[in-house]
């Protein structure tokens, strides 16, 4: 076990700082008044402290919001951790937090830092103190002797985004050069529908794919058959016939299971079909056999979609799915049999391997950084800014509940302004640097990856 600076926790002095809870009995509500209601005269002390009681349960209840389940298992882990500090000091852990003393919270730090020796970055321990009544002191300290003595790099890591132009290249070299294999093809439509996915809805990978955090990890909660409604349209004014998806998302992090949701509406790409969301899922459909039998009995086939007619002469026709696979996930993953493999019929495509996949293909593809889903999700969060989305509308594409969580975790560190031409009074070319400050295909996805034979018997010898 790592070393750690010798700080008692608890000073014979006694200047340890107070907790102040923000529901504490001493404190008056907002009017300056010590209750909200007045209480009858004939009412006994016991029913008034139980009603007082009772009052501020509830009011303590509707303040209170379901955290995800990710956070609830990052709190389990500090909490796992401040245990095991507890224990190294020989102090209980709840009463070592009671105490809410600043040099007991400096000693966890060094402790934690002994403990995870490969953290080099200051906002990992930022992240583990986040706010106390000592804040003030807690940031001194963190900024000052903590990373000086660590050594702790300053900053965050570079916000990469990834727009239209570098995932038009990744998925045509996907599908025109890409040799990689993958355990059945199935997977290679998958993993192109996930990336439009992300791009066009802006969602995370643990709404369209199951999660692989700890607490979500095997609940084969996932984007399902049922949360899509595929629409044929024919407008009235003559013109070609279109497939419209809509694309309803429940599994956004913190919303699981509180019946909130958001449906993005998603249409065909004729011009692009490598881009085009509908045709990825036309495929898997197809393929799952997913589309009710009476459609098929009516003639519905691959190349009948869009002169597919209905009795009525409706303008509007919408394919249903079979009850058997509504509830069945879309992306799911291929299992080992006997004679090969294939595809599981009921389990949900874990976003590890998915992960793993587009990783592999932006290298191959020729991105000079890792291409991550969270790439797709700044760039769709800086695009909607830029484009002057209202707050709200911002605020339910993306999931969050506060404007600051995209300030400060998705807003790119690349100021995509041009502020050389606003200067010169001249032409603005914003485009070309918000293009710029993107990843892009910089690297020849012709070269090698590996050493031939001969230059390995060279290196060896």
Request: net charge positive; proline share 5%; with cysteine.
């Amino acid at each position: 076990m790592g070393s750690f600076p010798t700080i008692d926790p608890y000073p014979e002095d006694g200047g340890a700082l107070r907790a102040q809870s923000s529901h504490d009995a001493t404190e008056s509500d907002s009017d300056g008044s010590d209750s909200e209601f007045e209480i009858d005269s004939d009412v006994s002390d016991e029913e008034l402290l139980s009603l007082k009681a009772e009052i501020k349960r509830t009011k303590t209840a509707t303040t209170q919001r379901d955290l995800a389940a990710a956070t609830l298992e990052l709190q389990k882990l500090h909490r796992k951790q401040w245990d095991r500090f507890a224990v190294r000091v020989g102090k209980g852990p709840l009463q070592l937090l009671k105490k809410c003393d600043a040099l007991a919270f400096k000693a966890y730090l060094h402790w934690y830092q002994s403990q995870h020796p490969r953290a080099k970055r200051l906002n990992t321990f930022e992240s583990v103190w986040k706010e106390s009544v000592s804040y003030t002191t807690m940031f001194m300290f963190l900024n000052g002797y903590f990373c000086d003595n660590h050594r702790l790099v300053r900053g965050s890591l570079p916000k990469h985004t990834v727009g239209y132009d570098g995932i038009l290249g990744a998925l045509y070299y996907h599908w025109f050069f890409d040799t990689e294999t993958f355990p059945t093809e199935r997977d290679r439509v998958q993993l192109a529908f996930f990336i439009l996915l992300l791009a066009y809805t802006g969602s995370r990978p643990g709404a369209i794919v199951e999660s692989d955090t700890k607490g979500i990890r095997l609940t084969n909660e996932a984007l399902k058959y049922k949360d899509i409604n595929l629409t044929l349209v024919r407008p009235k004014d003559g013109a070609p016939a279109l497939l419209v998806m809509k694309v309803r998302i429940v599994l956004d992090k913190g919303r699981r299971h509180r019946g909130a949701h958001k449906t993005i509406t998603l249409y065909e790409n004729c011009i692009q079909p490598v881009m085009c969301p509908i045709v990825h899922f036309l495929a898997l459909a197809f393929a799952d056999k997913a589309f009710h039998p009476s459609l098929i009995d009516a003639g519905l086939t691959v190349h009948r979609l869009h002169s597919f007619e209905c009795a009525g002469g409706r303008s509007m026709i919408q394919f249903r799915f079979c009850d058997t696979v509504l509830d069945k996930p879309i992306f799911r993953p291929s299992v080992r049999v006997f004679n090969g493999r294939e595809v599981d019929p009921q389990r949900a495509l874990s976003s590890k391997p998915i992960g793993q996949w587009m990783a592999r293909l932006g290298e191959r593809a020729g991105f000079t950084h890792r291409l991550k889903p969270y790439c797709l999700r700044r760039d769709i969060a800086t695009s909607l800014a830029d484009a002057r989305v209202s707050q709200p509308q911002l605020l339910q594409i993306l999931g969050y509940r506060k404007i600051e969580t995209f300030q400060k975790h998705y807003q790119s560190s690349d100021v995509v302004v041009d502020v050389q031409a606003t200067f010169l009074g001249s032409t603005l070319k914003s485009d070309m640097i918000r293009e710029i400050g993107k990843l892009c295909l910089r690297q020849d996805p012709n070269l090698p990856t590996s050493l031939t034979k001969d230059q390995k018997s060279q290196a060896y010898n």
